[in-house]
């Protein structure tokens, strides 16, 4: 099976749940963003700017845990920022599993090992000593480290634990290269790389989260599939960025230029995805292939972004994860408040003009599970997916040149730093701040992202 039988049937016993009470709206997924500071500064991040003046806030852990109680979502996504630096993190990792929810831990990565160390160290005993020799063969952990998991810990608070529960689910956003470009810092990938087969190592499970911009290489993509494959991930999130900025559309008036200049439309999206239910059939792709076929342009969908809320320390926030008209005390506020028909794209035609090239996970996944706009067959087609054996790992994607930037001596400042230095405008500023949006985590404004990469290729290819 792509995902595992108990938790898709926790996950189907949901919706049948509340379908048959007709819940009108409910949730499945939660974004659960305890805080919103983070080790990285991704180029054009959307979190670290739309919540700069709340980065030092973090919600309480009784908040964090009242908030999935009270949408009730199967599932909760800890996100942020970088949920590692919260503080809690293990005991809400822990209360999220003991209200029986499936966790996902979106990170990355870059402290991922260290929480992994902490869980050798808490259920150090002799009989791990030959999977420390491997970690240590495989150079994920130092001899100092070996030592200091040797000496155990007991105190604090209880470590992440392997659990069919709960996912790490990695950013990635493509190869070495293309991906320490992205979060503006060489080492990146492959620190997320060697947590990533540690955590395999351990017997955790492990997803990795991408998202396609308009800069994306397909090609770079389809390899990147077949390099964690390669790694026995056990599965892949992938989602196309998109750009709402309503001030680009007022640029694109005003000055005439195309949209396509400035983001990620709606076509420009389909055509990234033509072969993404070619990759669902080699690769474990989590999501369902109606959402599939939405991205692929072969069919329509309402967008349902109350299925995916998300709560952060300013509530819940509306009318979706990209775009904040408002923050709601409590979420069945947010529903009750909202008025939902303002928003999505339903026969071709924006209902809010920023909504018009969105296609995203958080707002069209949901919908291909719950059944809107259903055509006949479709439940077949998602149970027969989930249910159909899992693809098998892809050894050949061992051969793939993932460490094709720093580890090459190859790294994305010196890239970067060039196309500045050949005066190309635009990419200084994307070094500069972290305006926009985008990154796995974060959402929106791709457009510094885009031009950046833009620009370094321009210069490297001239
Ligand atoms: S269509 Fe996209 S931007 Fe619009 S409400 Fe839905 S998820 Fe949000
Ligand atoms: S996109 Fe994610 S990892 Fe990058 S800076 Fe933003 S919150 Fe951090």
Redesign the pocket.
């Known amino acids: 099976m792509r995902f595992p039988l108990a938790l898709t049937v926790k996950i189907a016993r949901h919706i049948i749940k509340h379908k048959v009470r007709r819940t009108p709206r409910f949730a499945l997924v939660l974004q659960l963003e305890p805080l919103h500071t983070c080790n990285l500064t991704c180029t054009g991040c959307g979190r670290i700017r739309e919540y700069s003046t709340s980065l030092k806030d973090m919600m309480s852990l009784e908040d964090c845990l009242a908030s999935a109680q009270e949408c009730g979502a199967p599932m909760v996504s800890v996100c942020g920022g970088e949920p590692l630096i919260y503080p809690k993190i293990e005991e809400l990792v822990a209360g999220l599993l003991r209200q029986d929810r499936i966790v996902y831990i979106c990170t990355n990565g870059m402290f991922m090992r260290k929480k992994l160390k902490d869980y050798l160290a808490s259920v150090y005993a002799p009989r791990i000593e030959p999977t420390l020799t491997r970690l240590l063969d495989e150079k994920l952990i130092s001899g100092k480290d070996a030592e200091l998991i040797r000496k155990g810990k007991h105190d604090g608070p209880p470590a992440i634990k392997p659990s069919k529960w709960m996912y790490w689910n990695v950013h990635i956003d493509g190869l070495e290269y293309t991906h320490d470009l992205i979060v503006e810092r060489e080492g990146v990938f492959k620190e997320a790389v060697e947590a990533i087969r540690m955590a395999k190592i351990l017997g955790y499970q492990v997803a990795t989260n991408t998202t396609v911009y308009k800069e994306t290489d397909v090609k770079e993509i389809e390899q990147m599939f077949e390099f964690f494959s390669s790694l026995a991930v056990d599965g892949h999130t992938i989602s196309p960025g ?1 750009d ?1 900025d309503a001030a680009k559309r007022d640029m694109a008036s005003r000055l005439g230029r195309k949209p396509e200049d400035f983001f990620l439309t709606r076509a420009m999206t389909i055509e990234k995805f033509a072969k993404i239910q070619e990759w669902g059939e080699r690769f474990t792709i989590f999501g369902t292939p109606v959402y599939q076929e939405f991205l692929a342009g072969k069919r329509e969908l309402t ?1 349902t ?1 109350w299925a995916i809320p998300t709560r952060n320390i300013k509530g819940w926030k509306a ?5 904040t008209d408002g923050h709601y005390a409590r979420y069945q506020e947010m529903l009750d408040k909202v008025d939902w028909n303002k ?3 339903v026969n071709g035609v924006a209902r ?1 003009p ?2 018009e090239n ?1 296609m ?1 996970h ?3 996944d949901p919908s291909g599970a719950l059944g809107t706009n259903y055509h006949r067959g479709d439940n077949w087609k998602n149970i027969r997916y989930n249910f159909a054996a899992k693809p098998k790992p892809y050894s050949a994607g061992r051969q793939v040149n993932a460490f094709n930037g720093v580890s090459i001596g190859k790294g994305h400042l010196a890239e970067a730093k060039a196309a500045i230095n050949t005066g190309l405008a635009g990419a200084k500023s994307a070094f500069q701040n972290n305006g926009g949006a985008g990154g796995a985590c974060g959402s929106g404004d791709t457009s510094q992202r885009d031009e950046l990469l833009a620009k370094v290729r321009a210069a490297k290819n001239p």
Do not use: F, H, N, S
């Open positions: 998109y709402y967008c972004a009318p979706c994860y990209l775009m928003y999505g794209v809010d920023r909504c969105c995203v958080c707002g069209y």
